[in-house]
T-cell receptor, first 115, second 110 residues
Framework: NAGVTQTPKFRVLKTGQSMTLLCAQDMNHEYMYWYRQDPGMGLRLIHY???????AKGEVPDGYNVSRLKKQNFLLGLESAAPSQTSVYFC??????????????FGPGTRLTVL | GQQVMQIPQYQHVQEGEDFTTYCNSSTTLSNIQWYKQRPGGHPVFLIQ?????EVKKQKRLTFQFGEAKKNSSLHITATQTTDVGTYFCAGLRGSYIPTFGRGTSLIVHP
């Protein structure tokens, strides 16, 4: 099992450009998450999904869109990149325990720089 | 909204000393998770605490969940250089939306 994979690993964009980050998991997990990590800020939730075809906003959703057309994939889109979106992006997936979710499995991350 | 405060932000220790990081939530949590992130890596799950007053141990690591389910701590006994990294707590409010603390970076001096 590959677990959670993310593509690309690195990307440099110019202000105003668009891109899509892809997250894939092979564990049949219902829940998927996109986080951004900035120095000293921990992990902040951008968007999440509780199942195929559903998405919802997290703590910092502005400037991002997501889609989950297939259960195993969760896409994060930046329509018009801004320097403030320079960050490391992590995708994670998890499963229901009946009391909430179990452990989150994280992908290796995408390091994005917006010039 | 819910906040999870984590202190300290950084901790320098000599190898062999103990280390503790604390998380406090503004609201009651249903459970709390702990993760470790090595420099340049991704967060890796350590443990999940569910019950009020729960204490769990993993070798030199001891995890506690407060009686009111609003605070938690991670204690490492006799740190080693392999313990270096950032430790995060993530609180859950009975659902599937985790809120992460800002993390505590542990630096171990040999």
């Amino acid at each position: 099992n590959a677990g959670v994979t993310q593509t690309p690993k690195f990307r440099v964009l110019k202000t105003g450009q668009s891109m899509t980050l892809l997250c894939a998991q092979d564990m049949n997990h219902e829940y998927m998450y996109w986080y951004r990590q900035d120095p000293g800020m921990g992990l902040r939730l951008i968007h999440y999904s509780v199942g195929e075809g559903t998405t919802a906003k997290g703590e910092v959703p502005d400037g991002y869109n997501v889609s989950r057309l297939k259960k195993q994939n969760f896409l994060l889109g930046l329509e018009s990149a801004a320097p403030s979106q320079t960050s490391v992006y992590f995708c994670a997936s998890s499963y229901s325990t009946g009391l909430g979710i179990g452990e989150q499995f994280f992908g290796p991350g995408t390091r994005l720089t917006v010039l | 909204g819910q906040q999870v405060m984590q202190i300290p932000q950084y901790q320098h220790v000599q190898e062999g000393e103990d280390f503790t990081t604390y998380c406090n939530s503004s609201t009651t949590l249903s459970n709390i998770q702990w993760y470790k992130q090595r420099p340049g890596g991704h967060p890796v799950f350590l443990i999940q605490l569910v019950k009020s007053g729960e204490v769990k141990k993993q070798k030199r690591l001891t995890f506690q969940f407060g009686e009111a389910k609003k605070n938690s701590s991670l204690h490492i006994t006799a740190t080693q250089t392999t313990d270096v990294g950032t430790y995060f707590c993530a609180g859950l409010r009975g659902s599937y939306i985790p809120t992460f603390g800002r993390g505590t970076s542990l630096i171990v001096h040999p």
